[in-house]
């Protein structure tokens, strides 16, 4: 069907439509929240096609879901109804969704019966829905199920939570997994406000990335609850995400708390004292926290990110309750995530960078601004480190993965999930403000996130926005930025600087001494931070002996480290070494998390040393697996075979 542009611009924005759609529910004006303000329409952004949607948004679009469902642990479905507000174009006779897995019995428009067909399955974007729409229907409602193996949500068992007590069920929905719970258009470029009503065993709550409307929940048949949710701010779908379990809460601030099982509550509230101040510490640097309250949830072990910014409601690994703070800058960055991918969102997953860099960025300046120059200077070391060590595996310096805009035709998105998005993106904007002056560079970025709140955001568009706002024709500043060569080259560009820490300065004399033959026990490791310990160990050479190993367990108790960082290091350094008396503590690592970051390297490490790895890898794994979640599972599969 031909579209104009005028049209196609006008249902690819987000201008007023959220706000008609929350309207539409009734509750607008009941709190105190103000939802987000209507956005002007933006074409450049707009006009990215996503390829890794079925979507034809400028044919017809949904504006609002309202989800009913209800969580059946027994079958492991979820089961009920998504009702989509929808903007058509004229004349416009479909609808076309994402879905993947799901069994849908019924499409109607009110009591009237519509028409639906699947399209042909695709590995990696699940199959589209096309809906025929009748004249004038603007809401239509889809009943559904899920599949037990949908890949988003995770049921767990008992015996896989911390209490042991109550099956659990979360839902990870980025990048292009909420087709797999939510039948609707599964593209970030497309923000949708959102609605639910959640039914759940008793004694179970629910929780979601939402204002809450109930949190007590309400009686919905005889052992069942029912909980209700709003998010009258346009997101991505990707950022719908719901977790039910035993769930308990603490206060932490003024709008800040965490939820999580109760055996866990003490732990996770002790080590995120500080999010009230880190919140104000980003708004001091970037403006108004938008989102209202901001909590976490602490999931169960088998969680597979480190952290997932769902708004008003980050997840986290229970892998960050070192027990002294030391790795919240995890927190720091999901909390980042409130302005840059929340409020501004990367249009496709070839601009993934655009979440990750600014977050990593933005991160690092919230760490500074708690903990000082020196600790945010360590983490950016790491950070370094890592991006090194990703080009290298990428294929090193001129691999084209390497590069910030990545071409992920025919990919799954999480191929784009590496280190240069994270890294290279954080070096980009470190070095913008090198030469720039921290003082200009916060100007613009504030700016940036005002300019574009609750819109997608492209690298095209960026470039645009920052010689529009930052660089204002000055040729010899454009020349010096080298923003092409940063976007669209591989490798790093020549005015990039290595952080440069000089208390990992000193850590790398202590390495230097330990490879030269000193004991374990001489080295002057005494208040080592986390990151000292995580750069030591990175620090030490590649190949160690076997007595060099045992020294190293003897003085420092690596293999009993409880902080999940300094254990994955020794762990990784064990196996690359072929050191067996490491094997029970990897096999106990290995079985008690499940998260990928973690997982999938020291399977990887074990499936490199061969004939000595292999057998240990598939005999820790056929343990390990029945407790992972499909997303770490489904990458570990790829390797362990
Ligand atoms: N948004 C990401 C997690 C993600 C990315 C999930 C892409 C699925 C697809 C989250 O903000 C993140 O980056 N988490 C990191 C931790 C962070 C401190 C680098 C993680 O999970 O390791
Ligand atoms: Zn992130």
Redesign the pocket.
């Known amino acids: 069907m031909p579209v104009s542009a005028a049209v196609r611009a006008a249902l690819l924005a987000t201008a007023a439509l959220s706000l008609t759609a929350c309207g539409s529910t009734g509750l607008s004006g009941l709190f105190p929240e103000r939802p987000a303000p209507a956005p002007a329409p933006q074409p450049q952004a707009a006009l990215a096609r996503d390829i890794h949607s079925f979507a034809r948004p400028e044919v017809a679009r949904v504006t609002h879901v309202d989800l009913d469902l209800r969580a059946d642990f027994a079958a492991k479905r979820l089961s009920g109804a998504a009702t989509l507000d929808l903007m058509v174009a004229p004349g416009a006779t479909e609808l076309v969704l994402d879905t993947r897995g799901l069994s849908i019995s019924r499409v109607r428009a009110g009591d009237r019966e519509l028409q639906f067909a699947f399209g042909e399955q695709d590995r990696i974007l699940g199959r589209p829905l096309t809906i025929q729409l009748p004249e004038g229907v603007r809401r239509i409602t889809i009943e559904y199920l899920t599949a037990p193996d949908a890949a988003a949500l995770q049921w767990l068992e008992p015996a896989q939570t911390a209490g042991k007590g109550h099956p659990y069920l979360f839902s ?1 929905g ?2 292009i997994l909420t087709r797999t719970w939510v039948p609707t258009q599964d593209s970030p470029g497309i923000r949708q406000t959102w609605t639910a009503r959640i039914v759940v065993p008793e004694p179970l709550r629910a929780v979601m990335s939402a204002e809450q409307l109930t949190p007590r929940g309400e009686p919905a048949g005889p052992g069942w609850r029912a909980y209700r949710f709003r998010e009258p701010r346009a997101v991505p779908p990707y950022l719908i995400a719901l977790g039910v379990g035993d769930i308990s809460f603490r206060s932490l601030g003024r709008r800040s708390g965490v939820y999580t099982e109760p055996v866990m509550l003490d732990a996770a509230a002790n080590e995120l004292v500080d999010v009230e101040r880190m919140i104000t510490a980003a708004e001091r640097l970037y403006g108004p926290y938008r989102w209202g309250r901001y909590d976490l949830l602490v999931l169960p072990p088998s969680f597979p ?5 769902n708004p008003r409601l980050t997840f986290a690994t229970p892998t960050i309750l070192a027990g002294d703070r030391s790795l919240v ?2 927190v720091a ?2 909390l980042a ?1 409130s302005w840059s ?1 929340n409020l501004v969102t990367n249009a496709t997953w070839a601009d993934f960078w655009l ?2 860099g600014f ?2 960025y933005f ?1 690092n300046r919230i760490m500074e601004a708690l903990y000082g120059p020196e600790r945010a200077v360590m983490l950016q070391s790491l950070g370094y480190r890592d991006l090194l060590a990703e080009i290298e595996g990428l294929g090193g310096m001129a691999a084209p993965d390497t590069r910030l805009h990545i071409d992920l035709a025919g990919r799954d998105p ?1 191929e784009g ?1 590496t280190d240069i998005a ?1 890294e290279k993106g954080a070096l980009f904007l470190r070095t913008i403000e090198r030469i720039v002056g921290r003082e200009r560079f916060d100007a613009w970025l504030r700016g940036y996130f005002d300019r574009h709140a609750f819109k997608p955001m492209t690298t095209e568009l960026f470039l645009q926005d920052i010689r529009a706002n930052l660089i204002r024709g000055d040729a010899e500043l454009e020349r010096r930025l080298m923003l092409e060569d940063w976007i669209y080259k591989p490798g790093i560009p020549s005015n990039a600087q290595p952080p440069q820490s000089p208390a990992f300065a000193r850590v790398e004399v202590q390495a230097r001494a330990f490879a030269a033959g000193a004991p374990a026990a001489n080295l002057a490791v005494q208040g080592w931070t986390t990151q000292e310990w995580q750069h030591f160990l990175g620090a030490l050479p590649k190949t160690l002996t076997r007595a060099q190993l045992d020294d190293l367990e003897q003085a420092f108790d690596l293999n009993e480290a409880g902080n999940s960082e300094i254990r994955f290091a020794w762990l990784r350094m064990a196996v690359d070494n072929r050191y067996e008396p490491a094997l029970p503590s990897l096999e106990r690592f290995l079985t008690s998390q499940g998260r990928r ?1 973690f997982v999938l390297p020291l399977f990887q490490a074990l499936m490199n040393e061969g004939d000595w790895g292999r057998p240990i890898a598939l005999r820790i794994y056929a343990k390990a697996r029945p407790g992972y979640h499909p997303v770490t599972s489904g990458s570990v599969d790829a390797v362990v075979k």
């Open positions: 990870q980025q990048a990110f480190g952290g997932m910014e800058s995890l960055h999901e995530h991918g979440n990750e977050t990593t991160e999480d999930l994270y970051k």
